[in-house]
Nanobody, 131 residues
Framework: WVQLEESGGGSVEAGGSLTLTCKPS???????LGWFRQAPGKQREEVAG???????????HYADSVKDRFTISHDGSKKWWYLRMTSLKPEDTGTYFC??????????????????????WGKGTLVTISS
């Protein structure tokens, strides 16, 4: 039984930082990891993706709206992954979801995160940014 648990959400002022953590259980071969968010009244969107085998040569991708502010990373020993968010803006407010999949290469992983066709999803953690 697969479970993804997000943590680290909360309320901060604009300009602040937060780090989200995704803790998986029941997954042995998830190599395509992602973070997504859904703002109130809007559709869920991709925030960042990471293809674990490709991290030494890239393997990460970000939505334009978060580039240079957010960083996705992975702890190989714990199998956790993170989303470090800095210079937060009110428009970053939303529920953040982690997700995982098993894909054969970085291109397939990018496709999965772009189209939100991931295999497993967490229930989300709320991030609120005040101006």
């Amino acid at each position: 039984w697969v479970q993804l648990e997000e943590s680290g959400g909360g309320s901060v002022e604009a300009g602040g930082s937060l780090t989200l953590t995704c803790k998986p259980s029941g997954i042995s071969n998830g190599n395509c990891l992602g973070w997504f968010r859904q703002a109130p009244g809007k559709q869920r969107e991709e925030v960042a993706g990471l293809y674990v085998p490709g991290t030494t040569s890239g393997g990460t991708h970000y939505a334009d709206s978060v580039k240079d502010r957010f960083t996705i990373s992975h702890d190989g020993s714990k199998k956790w992954w993170y989303l470090r968010m800095t210079s937060l803006k009110p428009e970053d407010t939303g529920t953040y979801f982690c997700a995982a999949a098993t894909r054969g290469n970085d291109y397939a992983c990018s496709y999965a995160t772009e189209h939100q066709s991931m295999d497993y999803w967490g229930k989300g953690t709320l991030v609120t940014i005040s101006s």
